[in-house]
């Protein structure tokens, strides 16, 4: 499987937001993938890359945990996983660790675009992105995900990630529980 982690790129944007569409299209929400989220980023009906790159971080600083919108993010670095002419994928690794990160978001987010899973590149992305977490010291990386998310938590333990424990938690307007895992970055 060909495929590398790029930072954001001009030249895959379309590519992005084609995968922005296949999640409206099966109305699956992945915040990374937001495009009514980012409603606020258009200009003469279109979103420029470069209001993206600028919109999405502040987009990154808030979620909604337990019922309140709380800081989420600290420093943070983005990824796309792609192949030589398609965008596949998104990962953020977030630098450091805060209460709200470590009850929520945890230090590394990820989606696979929905028209690309199922075919092992939600696994290799995250062996990826720890490897780029390694190299900013986290270690081990705290890796977040809903007990009914089956996909996420299958590549988290196929990474080996060991279940620290689950948390109960409300986000989105449903109760969860998070399962909250350790994993080795080297
Ligand atoms: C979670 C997600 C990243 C998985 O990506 P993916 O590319 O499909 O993952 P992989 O192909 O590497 O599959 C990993 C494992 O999950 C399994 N799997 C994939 N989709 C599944 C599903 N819907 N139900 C059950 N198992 C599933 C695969 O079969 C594989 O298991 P295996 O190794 O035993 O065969 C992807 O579904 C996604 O982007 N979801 C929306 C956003 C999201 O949930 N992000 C994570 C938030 S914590």
Known sequence: MKAMLIPPSRKYFDSYLEACHEYEQI?????????????HLKR?????????????????????INGKYQMLSVPSTTFWLVDETQYIGIGIIRH??????????GNIGYAIRPTKWN????????KLLLKEANKLKINPALVTCD??????????????????????????GKDILLCRYWVNTK
């Open 96 to 105: 450091r660790m805060t209460k709200a990160i470590e009850e929520y978001g």
């Open 119 to 126: 075919q092992g590149y939600g696994t290799l992305q995250l």
């Open 147 to 172: 007990e009914e998310n089956i996909a996420s938590k299958k590549l988290i333990e196929k990474n080996g990630g060991k279940l620290r424990d689950k948390l109960p938690t409300h986000t989105n």
């Open 27 to 39: 109305n699956e929400h992945s915040f990374l993938h937001d495009l009514y989220e980012f409603a």
């Open 44 to 64: 003469g009906g279109e979103i420029s890359f470069n209001a993206w790159k600028n919109g999405i971080i502040h987009q990154y600083y808030f979620d909604t």
